[in-house]
């Protein structure tokens, strides 16, 4: 059985604890709710640009709702087992290409279109990795 096999039972319902945290036997991997703005070369170009350095937080919101521990996300499609949180990844790089695209044809714009489009691209490789369960 694959290891995503699971990932396509559509019955799949993350099970929550109070206060929307996730319940201690969650065994899913899922994505932060921002997956598109959270990644490692964003923190790496903020702390480039302003010499500063965040901690990592604790616990974060994620795609389908819940909150859970940092280590157990991941913005890589094939390490992501939560149905719900696959889905929300999928849908959020395919609207921010959209959003790239826009901007790379707007007059002043600092990229040119040609960036934006391969930018755009590389986020719908990234949906379309998303929206697969062969990973």
């Known amino acids: ?4 096999a699971h990932v396509a039972d559509s019955s799949y319902a993350p099970r929550r604890g109070e206060g929307g945290q ?8 899922h994505v932060e709710s921002a997956v598109v703005r959270r990644s490692a070369a964003v923190r790496d170009l ?6 500063l350095a965040a901690d990592l937080p604790s ?6 709702g819940l909150r859970v521990p940092y280590a157990m996300t991941s913005p890589r499609p094939d390490s992501v087992t939560c149905l719900a ?22 007059p002043g714009s600092t ?5 934006a489009k391969l930018a755009a691209d590389k986020h719908r490789e990234l949906a379309k990795r998303f ?3 062969d990973d």
């Open 131 to 133: 929206s697969s369960a």
């Open 59 to 64: 616990l974060v919101r994620t795609g389908c």
């Open 22 to 29: 996730m319940a201690g036997d969650d065994p899913h991997i």
């Open 1 to 4: 059985m694959s290891r995503m």
């Open 85 to 106: 949180c696959r889905e929300h990844a999928q849908a959020e790089h395919l609207r921010f290409a959209d959003e790239v695209e826009h901007l790379g044809r707007m």
């Open 111 to 115: 990229i040119t279109s040609e960036q």
């Open 46 to 51: 903020m702390a480039s640009a302003f010499g």
